[in-house]
């Protein structure tokens, strides 16, 4: 990402904007105005732009009360939606939440959680966190916070945060109900803890490592080097990098894992803008797996720094794209945060592969660019490998070289009205509960020889969703996994929920295909 300078004399072009757009026509222009109080350009400060003006004539004597902070941030805003889709203001109050995933960290406790029977329930304690410190476990219930109850009260996960992030080293107390129905007091200090942008990695087989990046933070290149480090020393021959559902990130961390892959002085991706001269970013010598086998993992949600990553590797012909048609966002933002910590996210340059290519995809007037997901649907792209290759106009996005299309085995619409449905993760986690520990002492036996009743399903369906008489047997095998992918996450860690996903996926089962080749 990167972000640019507004400056004060562009800002007149909201002139129009603000205060005249209810006008019918010359003849009826002045019809309403208060005589006595046009504004002379004497009475202001010569530094003072036609917005800065306007927006204070406007708190001052509109006919009803004004809020500063709102009419600036709408004023913005305004002026935004006119340049392109990824400009962007941000608010100071949503600033932080925003740009933790880039920083790579936040203050907190440390633990994983979920609304469980409307309780605030513990599901994973990160290793080494002031939680596991302290002796919180996965199945305690925080029954309250710095003295505010917090159960049975319809809490909201976005309740749970603000009340349970905060400032590195500031206190925290909780009352924790313990399985044992035992309550214990708890005084914690907030840590700093990390997000993963690395939250998988495993080998597939016995040459094929797998690693999963899901965004590119400030850490991505450590985690990135510390997961591919172990992987080779399981000697994997070959790399699946799965970018799918990866939004991108920073700019310099996209090149840092490109360069992982490249010989040295390889073009990654150039940037220019109208105020931006070429910039041009090369590899460097010694990646850490220049040679091996590499297949990048894409989708139509990958977007940014990992387009950039997919188009160096395509372009320099050092590895394969599979998947289906990216995103398409070819333009890179600037941040300038403002004095009431706000932030303003301006493009101001465009990035292209190393072969010249822009893969923005078209945006403007004409264009419904927020529901380009849903046109890929209806056009049969994500579906047909043809519909990738007209040739009538510019798409945008990186195409890749072996396509897959969407899995439509995933799950049907009963299956994913279901297990979208908190009766769903509540019946999961109840499992859990009566069945606490698993005797498979990892993921692959797991994933080998976990096994539940179809009765046990057909129960909770009949209970909870007796609209519907029957579920076919694909349906409860559907279930059943979804129920094990689950479980995953509570009797070993998040990584296992990915990992395990691999074993069922059909474009990792295609990569492995052609790796093989």
């Given at each position: 990402m990167i972000k640019l300078i507004l400056k004060n004399n562009s800002r007149s072009v909201i002139l129009g904007l603000l205060l005249f757009s209810g006008f019918f026509s010359g003849a009826t222009y002045w019809i309403g105005i208060h005589q006595g109080k046009n504004l002379s350009p004497n009475i202001h400060n010569n530094k003072s732009s036609n917005i800065d003006i306007i927006l204070?004539?406007?708190?001052?004597?509109?006919?009803?009360?004004?809020?500063?902070?709102?009419?600036?941030?709408?004023?913005?805003?305004?002026?935004?939606?006119?340049?392109?889709?990824?400009?962007?203001?941000?608010?100071?109050?949503?600033?932080?939440?925003?740009?933790?995933?880039?920083?790579?960290?936040?203050?907190?406790?440390?633990?994983?959680?979920?609304?469980?029977?409307?309780?605030?329930?513990?599901?994973?304690?990160?290793?080494?966190?002031?939680?596991?410190?302290?002796?919180?476990?996965?199945?305690?219930?925080?029954?309250?916070?710095?003295?505010?109850?917090?159960?049975?009260?319809?809490?909201?996960?976005?309740?749970?945060?603000?009340?349970?992030?905060?400032?590195?080293?500031?206190?925290?107390?909780?009352?924790?109900?313990?399985?044992?129905?035992?309550?214990?007091?708890?005084?914690?200090?907030?840590?700093?803890?990390?997000?993963?942008?690395v939250p998988a990695y495993s080998m597939l087989n016995n040459e094929t490592g797998y690693i999963k990046i899901s965004s590119f933070s400030n850490s991505t290149d450590v985690e990135f080097r510390n997961a591919l480090k172990n992987l080779l020393l399981k000697n994997a021959k070959n790399l699946v990098l799965d970018l799918r559902f990866n939004g991108g990130g920073y700019l310099h961390q996209a090149i840092n894992i490109a360069d992982e892959f490249l010989k040295e002085n390889q073009l990654i991706v150039y940037t220019e803008g109208a105020h931006s001269e070429r910039r041009s970013f090369y590899s460097k010598s010694n990646g850490l797996f220049e040679d091996g086998k590499l297949i990048i993992l894409v989708n139509s949600s990958t977007a940014s720094a990992s387009e950039i990553v997919s188009g160096a590797i395509q372009d320099n012909g050092r590895g394969k794209i599979l998947g289906r048609r990216t995103f398409g966002k070819g333009l890179v933002q600037q941040p300038l945060v403002l004095p009431d910590s706000s932030e303003l996210r301006i493009t101001i340059s465009r990035y292209y592969t190393p072969s010249g290519k822009c893969i923005q995809k078209p945006y403007g007037d004409s264009i419904n660019y927020e529901n380009d997901l849903f046109n890929r649907i209806e056009s049969g792209e994500l579906t047909n490998h043809d519909s990738l290759f007209e040739k009538s106009k510019f798409k945008g996005g990186i195409i890749p070289d072996l396509y897959s299309p969407i899995d439509t085995l995933n799950y049907n619409d009963q299956?994913?009205?279901?297990?979208?449905?908190?009766?769903?993760?509540?019946?999961?986690?109840?499992y859990y509960e009566r069945f606490p520990y698993t005797k498979h002492s990892d993921i692959h036996k797991f994933y080998?020889?976990?096994?539940?009743?179809?009765?046990?399903?057909?129960?909770?369906?009949?209970?909870?969703?007796?609209?519907?008489?029957?579920?076919?047997?694909?349906?409860?095998?559907?279930?059943?996994?979804?129920?094990?992918?689950?479980?995953?996450?509570?009797?070993?860690?998040?990584?296992?929920?990915?990992?395990?996903?691999?074993?069922?996926?059909n474009d990792v089962e295609k990569a492995l295909k052609a790796l093989s080749n």
């Open positions: 204070e004539h406007l708190l001052n004597n509109y006919v009803d009360t004004l809020e500063k902070i709102e009419l600036s941030e709408n004023s913005i805003n305004t002026i935004l939606k006119n340049l392109d889709p990824h400009s962007s203001f941000i608010p100071s109050r949503k600033r932080q939440r925003l740009n933790e995933s880039l920083v790579g960290h936040f203050g907190g406790i440390g633990i994983r959680f979920m609304i469980y029977n409307d309780t605030l329930t513990v599901v994973d304690v990160i290793a080494g966190g002031p939680s596991e410190t302290v002796n919180i476990e996965k199945r305690d219930r925080i029954i309250n916070i710095d003295g505010e109850n917090v159960a049975g009260i319809n809490l909201k996960n976005e309740d749970v945060l603000k009340k349970l992030k905060g400032i590195v080293g500031s206190p925290v107390k909780l009352s924790i109900l313990k399985p044992n129905k035992n309550i214990e007091v708890k005084n914690i200090i907030r840590g700093n803890i990390p997000l993963k942008s299956v994913n009205r279901i297990i979208y449905d908190r009766k769903w993760r509540n019946f999961c986690f109840n080998r020889g976990f096994k539940i009743k179809n009765k046990e399903l057909e129960e909770f369906l009949k209970s909870n969703y007796s609209e519907t008489k029957t579920y076919d047997k694909s349906t409860i095998e559907d279930l059943k996994w979804s129920l094990k992918i689950e479980l995953s996450s509570y009797y070993f860690s998040d990584q296992a929920r990915y990992i395990l996903s691999t074993y069922k996926d």
